[in-house]
């Protein structure tokens, strides 16, 4: 059976009762045929027989609120006949009993027919879902049956025999139907919840189960409201013909607030005196008429109800009339179970989601490639360019530059930004651990292989691998790596399964990669592999006033972390920071940092707060000439600390001014300006360095 389509072939009520009824006959007057399945029952032996025995039999049924013959024995029925018959059938059921009339016996085809000729029932809880089932789902259509033995009506044994027989063909052929649609619809449903595990837009889920609703109860349309405890408000979506496709009601209006109110099933039917339990103004506000309406309620894992499943306007065309059955609560109830769960899914799903982009921003925003220079904008710019690719990176840059940080940049920046960033210092390994470390073992591997482990470029699988100090690497390391590299597969150490993997890998080194290549201590193919976009880093004493900003994001960030005031780093502080050479670089600076957040309490910083070691790069002297001015003007104060500042800097470059101009920030021909402009020899200092220029 397609899952996609609902069972078909199957024999309708009149049809069984076509069927059958010769058969019944047959067995009435003792004869050995069994019916026919031709179509044309009138010809068939048995009722031949039968009415030759002087047995009328006719079977009516209401449709619409008309009758009409679907089965009669003997010569054709007359208008007259047929009317009186119909009248005879009316009486029947509206009396709920046997009824005689002339020749005629009559009984109505009910499920409490049915339900006398059956069993006991073996306990008290099925014999309630019986009698639940005869009031929601008839187990007969509604039909009635006329008999006469005779020329008189029939006795009432025999008329009640036939009527339970009858009825229990129409059962068993409705729970036939019943077994395979039910197949069908629990198929259908698996499929679609399946299917909606993998959906990450509500309002795409919502829409699927709707669908999935409609098809599998035959109906016209269904909506998924959720309580918005909060407002108390049902919102429900999809709702057609809404602008907007969601609709808002009160969360106790209508069935669907009775639903959400009593925790159970509710169902209605057009023509009853309840025409008030459904909201009219959704249908005024749609131009949309609700005959039939089926109401279930929705439940979380935790048995907390979190909204109102409901289905309108049952199909007219089959067994069910255009109402909502016993059978239609139980699938909707079900489907209500398989919706709450993919909804909770779903929004668990989006919750983690959001809070893993939100610690993903986190770690961007404190991972962030600080500084202003000219030099620092240039790598960020390429940074920025290079990250959405998968191209190989390699950074350059002396110890503590930030090679790091700029690796974890690239990587926020770029596609694999939810995937790990996995670190590893390649000087720390040594060739034996290397392998492993790098490539994972199976357990077993070596001495110490108690278990299996993933290496560590399957850790970095969708993510980022950062080869710190690569240019430390062994030889044999290297030949491993460049095989990994280029393959894309691992295989762990006493392992023999590939393993594919999925890594960006960023490399760095503080070595002068080519000298170690001339001297064949680190290998050209491996260079080139990672060497595909190259961004070197520039010392901390390059940077100009990069240390200030620096110095102050550390301030900030380690007074934060501590809960201290941020404290201000005074003029003299800042003369210290930027005078000095910082041979450890950023690393340097945040120790330092870090150091006098804890050490100090005031509101400003010193520069004797800073504790800086003495490189031989600057005075000894405990305050610069600037600072020996009594009482200066503030123009004149500025200018000599312009003057000393410029001073230093040149000192600590060794008198180079193109070095000195890019520690300060400037353009070496702004340098020369400002000093003529301060009054300092330009001259002299030209000829000191040997008129670079």
Same mark, same amino acid.
């Given at each position: 059976?397609?899952?996609?389509?609902?069972?078909?072939?199957?024999?309708?009520?009149?049809?069984?009762?076509?069927?059958?009824?010769?058969?019944?006959?047959? %067995? /009435?007057? !003792?004869?050995?045929?069994? +019916? @026919?399945?031709?179509?044309?029952?009138?010809? &068939?032996?048995? *009722?031949?027989?039968?009415?030759?025995?002087?047995?009328?039999?006719?079977?009516?049924?209401?449709?619409?609120?008309?009758?009409?013959?679907?089965?009669?024995?003997?010569?054709?029925?007359?208008?007259?006949?047929?009317?009186?018959?119909?009248?005879?059938?009316?009486?029947?059921?509206?009396?709920?009993?046997?009824?005689?009339?002339?020749?005629?016996?009559?009984?109505?085809?009910?499920?409490?027919? %049915? /339900?006398? !000729?059956?069993?006991?029932? +073996? @306990?008290?809880?099925?014999?309630?879902?019986? &009698?639940?089932? *005869?009031?929601?789902?008839?187990?007969?259509?509604?039909?009635?049956?006329?008999?006469?033995?005779?020329?008189?009506?029939?006795?009432?044994?025999?008329?009640?025999?036939?009527?339970?027989?009858?009825?229990?063909?129409?059962?068993?052929?409705?729970?036939?139907?019943?077994?395979?649609?039910?197949?069908?619809?629990?198929?259908?449903?698996?499929?679609?919840?399946?299917?909606?595990?993998?959906?990450?837009?509500?309002?795409?889920?919502?829409?699927?189960?709707?669908?999935?609703?409609?098809?599998?109860?035959?109906?016209?349309?269904?909506?998924?409201?959720?309580?918005?405890?909060?407002?108390?408000?049902?919102?429900?979506?999809?709702?057609?013909?809404?602008?907007?496709?969601?609709?808002?009601?009160?969360?106790?209006?209508?069935?669907?607030?009775?639903?959400?109110?009593?925790?159970?099933?509710?169902?209605?039917?057009?023509?009853?005196?309840?025409?008030?339990?459904?909201?009219?103004?959704?249908?005024?506000?749609?131009?949309?008429?609700?005959?039939?309406?089926?109401?279930?309620?929705?439940?979380?894992?935790?048995?907390?109800?979190?909204?109102?499943?409901?289905?309108?306007?049952?199909?007219?065309?089959?067994?069910?009339?255009?109402?909502?059955?016993?059978?239609?609560?139980?699938?909707?109830?079900?489907?209500?179970?398989?919706?709450?769960?993919?909804?909770?899914?779903?929004?668990?799903?989006?919750?983690?989601?959001?809070?893993?982009?939100?610690?993903?921003?986190?770690?961007?925003?404190?991972?962030?490639?600080?500084?202003?220079?000219?030099?620092?904008?240039?790598?960020?710019?390429?940074?920025?360019?290079?990250?959405?690719?998968?191209?190989?990176?390699?950074?350059?840059?002396?110890?503590?530059?930030?090679?790091?940080?700029?690796?974890?940049?690239?990587?926020?920046?770029?596609?694999?930004?939810?995937?790990?960033?996995?670190?590893?210092?390649?000087?720390?390994?040594?060739?034996?651990?290397?392998?492993?470390?790098?490539?994972?073992?199976?357990?077993?591997?070596?001495?110490?292989?108690?278990?299996?482990?993933?290496?560590?470029?399957?850790?970095?699988?969708?993510?980022?691998?950062?080869?710190?100090?690569?240019?430390?690497?062994?030889?044999?390391?290297?030949?491993?790596?460049?095989?990994?590299?280029?393959?894309?597969?691992?295989?762990?150490?006493?392992?023999?399964?590939?393993?594919?993997?999925?890594?960006?890998?960023?490399?760095?080194?503080?070595?002068?990669?080519?000298?170690?290549?001339?001297?064949?201590?680190?290998?050209?193919?491996?260079?080139?592999?990672?060497?595909?976009?190259?961004?070197?880093?520039?010392?901390?004493?390059?940077?100009?006033?990069?240390?200030?900003?620096?110095?102050?994001?550390?301030?900030?960030?380690?007074?934060?972390?501590?809960?201290?005031?941020?404290?201000?780093?005074?003029?003299?502080?800042?003369?210290?920071?930027?005078?000095?050479?910082?041979?450890?670089?950023?690393?340097?600076?945040?120790?330092?940092?870090?150091?006098?957040?804890?050490?100090?309490?005031?509101?400003?910083?010193?520069?004797?707060?800073?504790?800086?070691?003495?490189?031989?790069?600057?005075?000894?002297?405990?305050?610069?000439?600037?600072?020996?001015?009594?009482?200066?003007?503030?123009?004149?104060?500025?200018?000599?600390?312009?003057?000393?500042?410029?001073?230093?800097?040149?000192?600590?470059?060794?008198?180079?001014?193109?070095?000195?101009?890019?520690?300060?920030?400037?353009?070496?021909?702004?340098?020369?300006?400002?000093?003529?402009?301060?009054?300092?020899?330009?001259?002299?200092?030209?000829?000191?360095?040997?008129?670079?220029?």
């Amino acid at each position: 059976m397609d899952e996609a389509s609902p069972p078909d072939g199957q024999l309708s009520d009149k049809e069984i009762i076509r069927e059958k009824m010769p058969l019944l006959l047959g %067995l /009435l007057t !003792g004869g050995h045929h069994f +019916g @026919s399945s031709s179509g044309n029952l009138k010809n &068939d032996s048995n *009722a031949t027989d039968a009415s030759e025995k002087g047995i009328r039999c006719g079977v009516v049924s209401q449709v619409n609120g008309r009758w009409e013959t679907v089965y009669w024995t003997g010569t054709d029925v007359s208008v007259a006949q047929e009317r009186a018959a119909h009248e005879l059938a009316s009486e029947a059921l509206e009396n709920g009993e046997i009824t005689q009339k002339g020749e005629f016996s009559a009984i109505g085809c009910s499920a409490k027919n %049915l /339900l006398a !000729g059956m069993p006991p029932a +073996g @306990s008290h809880d099925s014999s309630s879902a019986r &009698d639940h089932d *005869a009031k929601v789902m008839p187990g007969a259509p509604h039909c009635a049956m006329l008999l006469s033995i005779g020329g008189r009506p029939a006795p009432a044994a025999v008329l009640q025999t036939l009527t339970v027989t009858l009825s229990r063909f129409l059962a068993l052929n409705r729970d036939r139907q019943e077994d395979k649609r039910r197949l069908w619809q629990t198929t259908c449903m698996l499929h679609n919840a399946a299917a909606w595990q993998q959906l990450d837009d509500d309002a795409a889920l919502l829409q699927s189960v709707a669908q999935c609703a409609c098809e599998v109860l035959g109906c016209d349309r269904a909506t998924i409201f959720l309580w918005d405890r909060a407002r108390h408000r049902l919102v429900g979506r999809p709702a057609i013909g809404v602008e907007g496709g969601v609709l808002e009601v009160e969360d106790d209006a209508g069935i669907v607030g009775e639903v959400l109110r009593e925790g159970s099933p509710q169902w209605w039917s057009a023509g009853g005196i309840d025409g008030e339990r459904v909201n009219r103004r959704v249908d005024q506000s749609q131009n949309f008429q609700t005959k039939s309406l089926l109401a279930v309620p929705m439940f979380n894992a935790r048995d907390q109800i979190i909204g109102v499943f409901e289905a309108i306007n049952a199909k007219s065309d089959d067994h069910r009339g255009g109402k909502f059955d016993a059978a239609d609560v139980r699938t909707l109830s079900e489907l209500a179970v398989h919706a709450a769960v993919a909804i909770d899914t779903q929004r668990t799903r989006a919750n983690l989601t959001r809070t893993r982009d939100r610690l993903v921003s986190q770690a961007a925003d404190s991972n962030r490639l600080i500084g202003e220079h000219d030099s620092i904008r240039d790598v960020r710019t390429n940074a920025t360019k290079v990250a959405p690719t998968d191209l190989s990176v390699l950074i350059l840059g002396k110890n503590g530059t930030g090679k790091e940080v700029l690796a974890q940049h690239i990587h926020y920046q770029s596609e694999r930004r939810n995937g790990p960033f996995v670190a590893v210092n390649c000087a720390a390994l040594v060739e034996s651990l290397l392998e492993s470390e790098l490539f994972g073992h199976e357990r077993g591997a070596f001495t110490d292989a108690s278990s299996t482990r993933q290496g560590k470029f399957e850790l970095a699988h969708g993510g980022t691998l950062f080869l710190d100090e690569v240019g430390d690497m062994s030889p044999g390391g290297q030949a491993k790596l460049l095989r990994v590299l280029e393959e894309r597969v691992v295989v762990r150490v006493g392992g023999s399964q590939p393993i594919p993997v999925d890594v960006r890998v960023i490399a760095a080194t503080n070595q002068p990669l080519q000298e170690l290549i001339a001297s064949k201590r680190f290998r050209e193919d491996l260079f080139f592999r990672l060497n595909v976009v190259s961004l070197t880093l520039p010392p901390l004493c390059k940077r100009g006033r990069d240390v200030l900003l620096l110095a102050e994001h550390f301030l900030s960030h380690f007074c934060e972390k501590i809960g201290r005031v941020v404290p201000r780093l005074d003029l003299s502080a800042q003369q210290a920071i930027l005078s000095h050479p910082w041979p450890g670089n950023v690393r340097e600076l945040r120790n330092t940092i870090e150091r006098l957040c804890y050490l100090t309490s005031g509101p400003d910083v010193s520069a004797n707060d800073l504790m800086l070691q003495d490189t031989g790069g600057t005075s000894n002297e405990p305050n610069p000439a600037w600072m020996e001015v009594l009482d200066p003007n503030l123009n004149e104060a500025t200018r000599l600390f312009q003057i000393d500042h410029i001073e230093k800097v040149i000192a600590s470059q060794n008198g180079n001014m193109t070095e000195a101009a890019a520690t300060l920030g400037v353009h070496r021909s702004n340098l020369y300006r400002k000093m003529r402009q301060l009054g300092m020899p330009t001259s002299e200092t030209s000829e000191r360095v040997g008129n670079p220029d």
